[in-house]
Nanobody, 119 residues
Framework: QVQLVESGGGLVQAGGSLRLSCAAS????MGWFRQAPGKERDFVAV????????MYAASVKGRFTISRDNAKNTVYLQMNSLKPEDTAVYYC????????????????WGRGTQVTVSS
């Protein structure tokens, strides 16, 4: 069983930055998803274990950066130029299917961390 633990969420003003972290054991592709109140969970970004290939949702491309430190088994999501519409619970996920934006590609999920962006 893989345990994922997210951290780094919080309250920030629009235009500000936050960095999320997710600690996970094992060699998995790691993704970030988010769910705003009353909405479905959406893909944010993913990074491959071996290739380091990345993929981003159009809504965050150019503002968010996903990275990983394999030695520390940790994946990061650097979020810059935050907007109120980025407010959501952010989930870390681990999978082996590939660099995928689809939830079905992930087997393990964290419990989420709240990010709130005030206007």
């Amino acid at each position: 069983q893989v345990q994922l633990v997210e951290s780094g969420g919080g309250l920030v003003q629009a235009g500000g930055s936050l960095r999320l972290s997710c600690a996970a054991s094992g060699r998995y592709n790691m993704g970030w998803f988010r769910q705003a109140p009353g909405k479905e969970r959406d893909f944010v970004a993913v990074i491959g274990w071996s290739s380091g290939a990345t993929m981003y949702a159009a809504s965050v491309k150019g503002r968010f950066t996903i990275s990983r430190d394999n030695a520390k088994n940790t994946v990061y999501l650097q979020m810059n130029s935050l907007k109120p519409e980025d407010t959501a619970v952010y989930y870390c996920a681990a999978g082996s299917v590939g660099v995928s934006p689809r939830e079905q590609g992930y087997t393990y999920w964290g419990r989420g961390t709240q990010v709130t962006v005030s206007s």
